[in-house]
């Protein structure tokens, strides 16, 4: 709830995410859900490239860049992949939805972040079904 009530992402849970997937990196040669180091690399790189365009627009802030880079260091690019289109998908159809019916929707503006949430929990439901 940190990221609705106050619209920022705090650094320690970022960075704490970052170093937890570093870590099982190291220690284990897998991501958290055992993909290879090359493709855990290859979503951290994937999540900056499809992130830092948003931040330098002011689209995206830090947070959610940096939630991102962890969450692709953690997984794989599928995983991430998936992730992000569900997120970018589900708050389009919020911002659809609250244009057509305002008072079901409370502010225009809503925080990226519980989206990812969606995105990487329907995510993972549909890729190990």
């Known amino acids: 709830m940190h990221d609705l009530t ?3 992402i705090s650094n320690a849970l970022t960075f704490g ?3 937890a997937a570093l870590l099982c990196l190291a220690l284990t040669g897998k991501s958290f859900i055992g993909a290879s180091p090359l ?3 290859g979503a951290f790189a994937l999540a900056l490239v ?5 931040y330098a627009l002011k689209r995206l802030g830090a947070g959610d860049v940096k939630m991102l880079a962890a969450l692709g260091l953690a997984t794989d690019i599928k995983l991430l992949l998936y992730s992000w289109a569900i997120a970018c998908v589900s708050q389009a159809a919020l911002y659809v939805l609250g244009r057509y019916l305002p008072r079901f929707v409370l502010a225009q503006r ?3 972040a519980p989206f990812v949430l969606l995105g990487f929990c329907l995510s993972a439901l549909l890729l190990t079904n």
């Open 17 to 19: 995410g970052l170093v």
């Open 50 to 54: 499809v992130t830092l365009p948003g």
């Open 110 to 112: 809503t925080p990226f």
């Open 39 to 41: 493709a855990a690399v």
């Open 6 to 8: 106050q619209r920022k």
